[in-house]
């Protein structure tokens, strides 16, 4: 096993795990490099598995009610944690304030408190005193560095001359940053050199070597962070292969996502994440999805570049019906379609590497 960046968390999740406001927990328990993860808090599933309540695989992560049970149950497995982080992700982006006892509570124990949410921590100075008191510290992902800090478009993407993919997405909270990392493995286990590109908080908390946070990013320098990562990742690293994961998508109403990515990571390709069962923008109700065949139609009219893949959220399926949803769509719209977290992406792999340049 890899050695984790930052050491062992426990992850805060209350009343959100296994839904679309816990996709940070989800992600985070799916994989990290930044962590090790030794339990998740959500008393609605107290006592379970975190991998078996999510994917019906046990991966020995367990829940806990609350952090009083964690830190016993934690302490006496000799398996505490060096930090506190927080897996939700509400519309908004906003901490409840029911969570404050919690950071609390872990920071009077000395363990560090991650949040990538836009109320910041830091800005708290009875959470920052206590931190300072215990040793410890308090990071805030979104917290969007010094102006002078920040990168401006350049030009230089134009000189990236490995292929690049965008894991664009139809709606927010689908699961496109799990498929980017997905097939970053699946790249790599296949041979090929592939990078993964961040453009949110989770994907840096999973160890995202090269990210930036573009929903919390002044906007004159969304195009030019977006680009300076792409850019470090192909000269750093020389790739293969690099990923760009996604943000909401063109049409949702409040993170329409995806501009900044297609205008300055300038992909060769699209990869397009559907959930086929999802009718209404996630959070949105009254606010009908467009259909994919006009969300495909605008990325390639905006990019001038193809959709070639299709990669299907399985959310409200049953097993025997994912298959023929993705016969469904490729019959639709003429593109291969993909479960890669059901079934794995391999067969994605093989096609794409007809695109390597």
């Not at 799990?178 to 790599?188: D, G, Q, S, Y």
């Not at 908080?201 to 160890?207: F, L, V």
């Given at each position: 096993?890899?050695?984790?960046?930052?050491?062992?968390?426990?992850v805060?999740?209350?009343g959100?795990?296994?839904?679309?406001?816990?996709k940070?927990?989800?992600?985070?328990?799916?994989?990290t490099e930044?962590?090790?993860?030794?339990?998740?808090?959500?008393?609605?599933?107290?006592?379970k598995d975190?991998?078996?309540?999510?994917d019906?695989?046990?991966?020995?992560?367990?829940?806990?009610?609350?952090?009083?049970?964690?830190?016993?149950?934690?302490f006496?497995?000799?398996?505490?944690p060096?930090?506190?982080?927080?897996?939700?992700?509400?519309?908004?982006?906003?901490?409840?304030?029911?969570?404050?006892?919690?950071?609390?509570?872990?920071?009077?124990?000395?363990?560090?408190?991650?949040s990538g949410?836009?109320?910041?921590?830091t800005?708290?100075?009875?959470?920052?005193?206590?931190?300072?008191?215990?040793?410890?510290?308090i990071?805030?992902?979104?917290?969007?560095?010094?102006?002078?800090?920040?990168?401006?478009?350049?030009?230089?993407i134009?000189?990236?001359?490995c292929?690049?993919?965008a894991?664009?997405?139809?709606?927010?909270?689908?699961g496109?940053?799990?498929?980017?990392?997905?097939?970053?493995?699946?790249?790599r286990?296949a041979?090929?050199?592939a990078?993964?590109?961040?453009?949110?908080?989770t994907?840096?908390?999973?160890?995202?070597?090269?990210?930036m946070?573009?929903?919390?990013?002044?906007?004159?320098?969304?195009?030019g962070?977006?680009e300076?990562?792409?850019?470090?990742?192909?000269?750093?690293?020389?790739?293969?292969?690099?990923?760009?994961?996604?943000q909401?998508?063109?049409?949702n109403?409040?993170?329409?996502?995806?501009?900044?990515i297609l205008?300055?990571?300038?992909?060769?390709?699209?990869?397009?994440?559907?959930?086929?069962?999802?009718e209404?923008?996630?959070?949105?109700?009254?606010y009908?999805?467009?259909?994919?065949?006009?969300?495909?139609k605008?990325?390639?009219?905006?990019s001038?570049?193809?959709?070639?893949?299709?990669?299907?959220?399985?959310e409200n399926?049953?097993?025997?019906?994912?298959?023929?949803?993705?016969?469904?769509?490729?019959?639709q719209?003429?593109?291969p379609?993909?479960?890669?977290?059901?079934?794995?992406?391999?067969?994605?792999?093989?096609?794409?590497?007809?695109?390597?340049?």
């Amino acid at each position: 096993m890899k050695k984790p960046i930052d050491g062992k968390a426990l992850v805060y999740c209350q009343g959100a795990f296994n839904t679309p406001n816990g996709k940070t927990a989800h992600g985070l328990v799916r994989f990290t490099e930044r962590y090790q993860i030794v339990g998740v808090i959500d008393s609605n599933y107290a006592g379970k598995d975190a991998g078996e309540v999510l994917d019906g695989v046990k991966n020995g992560i367990p829940i806990f009610k609350n952090i009083a049970e964690a830190a016993e149950k934690l302490f006496i497995a000799k398996n505490l944690p060096q930090y506190l982080v927080i897996g939700l992700a509400p519309d908004g982006g906003r901490l409840p304030k029911s969570a404050k006892e919690t950071i609390i509570n872990a920071l009077e124990m000395g363990w560090n408190v991650d949040s990538g949410l836009h109320d910041f921590l830091t800005n708290d100075k009875k959470l920052v005193d206590l931190a300072t008191k215990n040793g410890c510290k308090i990071r805030d992902i979104r917290k969007t560095p010094d102006r002078d800090q920040l990168h401006f478009f350049t030009g230089d993407i134009e000189k990236v001359d490995c292929l690049k993919l965008a894991v664009l997405g139809t709606d927010s909270a689908l699961g496109k940053r799990t498929t980017a990392w997905i097939l970053v493995h699946a790249f790599r286990k296949a041979g090929l050199k592939a990078e993964m590109v961040g453009t949110g908080q989770t994907a840096w908390m999973q160890g995202a070597k090269y990210s930036m946070v573009m929903d919390s990013c002044i906007n004159d320098f969304v195009s030019g962070e977006i680009e300076h990562a792409v850019v470090s990742a192909y000269k750093n690293e020389n790739p293969d292969v690099i990923i760009i994961e996604g943000q909401g998508s063109l049409m949702n109403p409040a993170y329409p996502g995806g501009f900044e990515i297609l205008a300055a990571g300038r992909p060769d390709y699209v990869i397009l994440q559907h959930a086929p069962k999802r009718e209404e923008y996630d959070g949105f109700p009254g606010y009908k999805l467009h259909s994919i065949d006009q969300q495909i139609k605008a990325i390639e009219v905006i990019s001038n570049k193809k959709v070639v893949a299709i990669t299907v959220n399985h959310e409200n399926m049953t097993d025997d019906e994912i298959l023929p949803a993705c016969q469904a769509l490729e019959k639709q719209t003429g593109i291969p379609t993909f479960d890669v977290l059901k079934y794995g992406a391999a067969p994605l792999i093989d096609h794409l590497k007809k695109y390597l340049k």
